[in-house]
């Protein structure tokens, strides 16, 4: 995945985008929504390269193998070893 400057590997969205999501005209639901929807697509865009496959050709059951095989190893290696610090 390519990360933006000030980006860090697990931190899905920059400050640049944070501050041109603050002043969108939108209301807070909506802000909201547009900070997860950009954090999904580098989480997608994540999922297709471990796969190698277009974001577009992931299917339900990769997303959810993948989220289940990174929650294995934060629950068997510790939080530091997945890729989503949660």
């Given at each position: 995945?390519?990360?933006?400057?000030?980006?860090?590997?697990?931190?899905?969205?920059?400050?640049?985008?944070?501050?041109?999501?603050?002043?969108?005209?939108?209301?807070?639901?909506?802000?909201?929504?547009?900070?997860?929807t950009?954090?999904?697509?580098?989480?997608?865009?994540?999922?297709?390269?471990?796969?190698?496959?277009?974001?577009?050709?992931?299917?339900?059951?990769?997303?959810?193998?993948w989220?289940?095989?990174?929650?294995?190893i934060?629950?068997?290696?510790?939080?530091?070893?997945?890729?989503?610090?949660?």
């Amino acid at each position: 995945m390519d990360i933006a400057p000030h980006q860090s590997p697990t931190q899905f969205l920059t400050l640049e985008e944070s501050a041109k999501v603050d002043a969108a005209l939108l209301s807070s639901p909506e802000k909201f929504l547009t900070r997860l929807t950009i954090s999904s697509l580098r989480i997608l865009q994540h999922i297709a390269q471990d796969y190698g496959v277009a974001v577009e050709d992931l299917t339900t059951q990769q997303i959810i193998a993948w989220f289940e095989k990174d929650a294995k190893i934060r629950r068997e290696q510790g939080i530091e070893a997945a890729y989503l610090k949660w």
